[in-house]
């Protein structure tokens, strides 16, 4: 599996693919928001996409599946085939499309409709979390066990870890030269990741990954 390589400025260049102009205008709005990503351009998901996603040279590309498109996982394959080497994150509005036909087409990350700003923001970060992870798949639902440290960007690890030895958010920010609200972001994508709530939950978690000790 290969890592989603941001340019030389360090942002992740990502295409947006979608045949609704509100959702693209949508998706292009929060993605501009967070400095790690640079939006390259959005399409539509007719059988010019690949070649025109090819033309653009992202490192990621943001999939809307509707239940207008009658075979999504062509729609998939035919991305993954012009990109081999681009994650791509499927946002799937239609209930009846399988998951894991969409992850065997080559989708690195499925969403359902459901899915709020966060969460889209959260897969995305999962695909820039460190070069030696790479990207990962998210599924449709939290798992009852504990992820892997490795679901988790490096920042996270970091944050998790000074949470769960008992910084602030004031002194992570210090520690970590990061402003107070990017502390704050950091730990409301962790407890989203983990499918937890607070910071003892949040120290559980670390403790069962291996992160810090258990306190006796």
């Known amino acids: 599996m290969h890592s989603a390589k941001s340019n030389a400025t360090g942002r992740l260049r990502v295409l947006l693919i979608d045949d609704h102009p509100v959702v693209l205008a949508g998706l292009r709005s929060f993605l501009r928001t967070e400095p790690e990503f640079d939006v390259v351009g959005q399409i539509g998901t007719n059988h010019e996409s690949a070649a025109r996603a090819r033309k653009l040279k992202p490192d990621a590309l943001l999939l809307t599946l509707s239940a207008a498109i009658e075979r999504p ?54 695909l820039r979390g460190g070069d030696e992870t790479g990207p990962r798949r998210l599924g449709r639902r939290a798992s009852s066990h504990p992820p892997a440290a490795g679901s988790l960007s ?38 989203r990741k983990l499918d937890v709530q607070g910071t003892a939950a949040l120290t559980k978690a670390a403790i069962t990954l291996g992160l810090v000790n258990a306190r006796g």
């Open 73 to 126: 996982g062509d729609c998939v394959q035919s991305l993954k085939r012009e990109l081999p080497e681009a994650p791509i994150v499927v946002l799937c509005l239609d209930a009846r499309v399988r998951e894991d036909d969409l992850i065997k087409a080559g989708a690195t990350t499925v969403l359902p409709k459901d899915s709020g700003r966060d969460e889209i923001l959260n897969a995305m970060h999962a």
């Open 154 to 191: 490096r920042r996270e690890l970091q944050v998790l870890t000074l949470i769960a030895e008992g910084f602030t958010n004031k002194q992570i920010a210090d520690r970590l030269g990061i402003s107070v609200r990017t502390v704050e972001t950091h730990r409301e994508r962790l407890m």
